[in-house]
């Protein structure tokens, strides 16, 4: 069993839909959490931190339930440049570095 | 942009070569990062670097080294090349220890024949 595990996909949904990510990790010891953004052949890129109390950041909402070692990702109102591949990070302790990714979801958004 | 770089962009080898990635850390950070991803996974971590020692391995082989420079860009050298280590390599940079971001690479495509 991965240490992350993401639902691959994909997701197709159309133009101003709402479509939500989960991500399952199995080190209850688990520190800090993230979802960052992958484009086609380019590097990850922070999407947003994920902490207990939840978190929004414009149409992102990111939850966190550690008790089920539980991470969501919610778009609202989607755009076509959501169309990415959305990875979930989790940490063993505090230090940025040495992440344990999920292998992620991708999702389509269509006209 | 990040300001974190990586060389070369694309690399051809041969199985049973050795070759040397270099990346260049975002100003201000000490801390470098490497990982491995392959085609439709998530990256996996190598090793991290933080002022020049080694501070923490994932799951890889010794065949899997590197280095880290006082100007804190770093190396990753492989050994000994497998067709499975045809991959994207990233780098990423952040901060010392603490809640902070990581920054990524645009990564080297290596590909071993």
């Known amino acids: 069993r991965k240490e992350v595990e993401q639902d691959p996909g994909p997701f197709n949904v159309p133009e101003g839909a709402t479509v939500a990510f989960n991500c399952t990790y199995s080190n209850s010891a688990s520190q800090s959490f993230f979802w960052y953004r992958q484009d086609c052949r380019k590097e990850p890129k922070l999407l947003m931190s994920v902490y207990s109390s939840g978190n929004e950041d414009g149409r992102f909402t990111a939850q966190l339930n550690r008790a089920s070692q539980y991470i969501s990702l919610l778009i609202r109102d989607s755009k076509l440049s959501d169309s990415a591949t959305y990875l979930c990070?989790?940490?063993?302790?505090?230090?940025?570095?040495?992440?344990?990714f999920g292998d992620g979801t991708t999702l389509t958004v269509k006209p | 942009e990040t300001g974190v770089t990586q060389s070369p962009t694309h690399l051809i080898k041969t199985r049973g070569q050795q070759v040397t990635l270099r990346c260049s850390s975002q100003?201000?950070?000490?801390?470098v990062s490497w990982y491995q991803q392959a085609l439709g996974q998530g990256p996996q971590f190598i090793f991290q670097y933080y002022r020049e020692e080694e501070n923490g391995r994932g799951n890889f082989p010794p065949r899997f080294s590197g280095l880290q420079f006082p100007n804190y860009s770093s190396e990753l050298n492989v050994n000994a090349l497998e067709l499975d280590d045809s991959a994207l390599y990233l780098c990423a940079s952040s901060r010392d220890s603490g809640r902070h971001e990581q920054y990524f690479g645009p990564g080297t495509r290596l590909t071993v024949t």
């Open positions: 990070v989790v940490n063993r302790d505090t230090n940025a570095g040495k992440s344990t």
């Open positions: 100003s201000g950070h000490n801390t």
